[in-house]
């Protein structure tokens, strides 16, 4: 891609400590159950079994063996993925005074520029790879989005839950678009629609939009009934927004924002790095998406920026433990 240089009107120095746009956006590794790989399939295991229970009054070697066990294979085919920008070493020059000096030729890249464009490019990069990781969607028409179906589409072909008929569908709330007015009632649904022992699991959390975080924000900023309400304390390391919703967490899924229906998105479930996490996410090392290589190429004449990584994401079979209002 070509460089976009705009107001570039004064000629001068490049002054030391030169802004930066800030851009924040949450991790959100703490919500995946993690596995890494040297090559591009990994696969994650999810096990289940029944344990009815036995009359042992005919005495213990009456013991006959009983329940079913299963074992299912996610099997994730990673999307390898990167992004790539070049600049010619003069837009690094750090003075328009170089043919009085040491000359053009001899002129040194400014490293406050030359970090300042790698860490805009590392955190757009990232947080690319979070929009693909909930918000993908092979089918969508949205470059950006098609290169693996993401979260809420893999939840969503999983279908409503219903007991007798599709036990591994997922707990569909009733869709109501949210409002600062209904947020805190839209989520209680989700809480009210799981088990309890999912809801009272140590790695049970709400997953939010940023659009519904920021309708939460609004609606715990009231004059009345104050002492009753979670106090928001935004995370941006993890992710978290509130570590007490009348009892539950809730934290900020940035790539839900990637389109406009998820950013309607309300998720309950356990999330968290172990085997009982709703959402498992395979990678080659994680923290490729955050370490970019910076390398002279063309005789010294251009430096490029690059990062390459690969991810696939999947959920459990039983969907019945993840709730969401799509």
Same mark, same amino acid.
């Given at each position: 891609?070509?460089?976009?240089?705009?107001?570039?009107?004064?000629?001068?120095?490049?002054?030391?400590?030169?802004?930066?746009?800030?851009?924040?956006?949450?991790?959100?590794? %703490? $919500?995946?159950? !993690?596995?890494?790989?040297?090559?591009?399939?990994?696969? #994650?295991? *999810?096990? @289940?079994?029944?344990?009815? +229970?036995?009359?042992?009054?005919?005495?213990?070697?009456?013991?006959?063996?009983?329940?079913?066990?299963?074992?299912?294979?996610?099997?994730?085919?990673?999307?390898?993925?990167?992004?790539?920008?070049?600049?010619?070493?003069?837009?690094?020059?750090?003075?328009?005074?170089?043919?009085?000096?040491?000359?053009?030729?001899?002129?040194?890249?400014?490293?406050?520029?030359?970090?300042?464009?790698?860490?805009?490019?590392?955190?757009?990069?990232?947080?690319?790879?979070? %929009? $693909?990781?909930? !918000?993908?969607?092979?089918?969508?028409?949205?470059?950006? #989005?098609? *290169?693996? @179906?993401?979260?809420?589409? +893999?939840?969503?072909?999983?279908?409503?839950?219903?007991?007798?008929?599709?036990?591994?569908?997922?707990?569909?709330?009733?869709?109501?678009?949210?409002?600062?007015?209904?947020?805190?009632?839209?989520?209680?649904?989700?809480?009210?629609?799981?088990?309890?022992?999912?809801?009272?699991?140590?790695?049970?959390?709400?997953?939010?939009?940023?659009?519904?975080?920021?309708?939460?924000?609004?609606?715990?900023?009231?004059?009345?009934?104050?002492?009753?309400?979670?106090?928001?304390?935004?995370?941006?390391?993890?992710?978290?927004?509130?570590?007490?919703?009348?009892?539950?967490?809730?934290?900020?899924?940035?790539?839900?924002?990637?389109?406009?229906?998820?950013?309607?998105?309300?998720?309950?479930?356990?999330?968290?790095?172990?085997?009982?996490?709703?959402?498992?996410?395979?990678?080659?090392?994680?923290?490729?998406?955050?370490?970019?290589?910076?390398?002279?190429?063309?005789?010294?004449?251009?430096?490029?920026?690059?990062?390459?990584?690969?991810?696939?994401?999947?959920?459990?079979?039983?969907?019945?433990?993840?709730?969401?209002?799509?």
């Amino acid at each position: 891609m070509a460089l976009t240089i705009t107001n570039n009107t004064y000629d001068g120095v490049l002054t030391p400590g030169m802004s930066s746009l800030i851009s924040i956006g949450a991790n959100d590794y %703490n $919500l995946w159950h !993690s596995a890494t790989s040297s090559g591009s399939k990994v696969r #994650l295991s *999810y096990v @289940d079994a029944t344990a009815p +229970l036995q009359d042992l009054s005919g005495g213990i070697c009456t013991f006959a063996d009983s329940g079913d066990r299963s074992l299912v294979f996610l099997n994730l085919d990673m999307a390898e993925l990167g992004t790539q920008q070049t600049a010619c070493i003069s837009e690094l020059f750090n003075t328009d005074y170089a043919s009085a000096n040491a000359g053009h030729l001899s002129q040194e890249v400014d490293a406050a520029l030359a970090n300042s464009w790698a860490e805009r490019i590392i955190d757009k990069f990232s947080k690319g790879m979070q %929009n $693909l990781r909930w !918000s993908g969607d092979t089918g969508s028409g949205v470059a950006a #989005l098609a *290169y693996q @179906d993401g979260i809420v589409k +893999l939840i969503q072909a999983l279908g409503a839950w219903v007991v007798t008929t599709n036990e591994t569908g997922y707990q569909k709330v009733a869709t109501t678009v949210v409002t600062a007015a209904n947020v805190v009632a839209e989520i209680q649904k989700h809480i009210a629609i799981l088990p309890f022992e999912v809801t009272s699991h140590s790695g049970f959390k709400i997953v939010v939009a940023p659009g519904v975080a920021g309708f939460l924000q609004t609606a715990v900023m009231t004059a009345t009934g104050v002492n009753n309400l979670p106090l928001v304390d935004p995370d941006l390391n993890t992710g978290r927004l509130m570590s007490n919703f009348f009892g539950f967490p809730v934290y900020v899924a940035n790539g839900l924002g990637a389109t406009a229906a998820n950013n309607n998105v309300i998720m309950a479930g356990i999330f968290e790095d172990s085997s009982e996490g709703a959402i498992k996410w395979g990678m080659n090392q994680p923290s490729d998406e955050k370490n970019l290589e910076l390398k002279l190429v063309s005789d010294g004449d251009e430096l490029r920026f690059r990062i390459a990584t690969a991810q696939a994401v999947a959920v459990i079979p039983d969907g019945s433990q993840i709730a969401m209002n799509i």
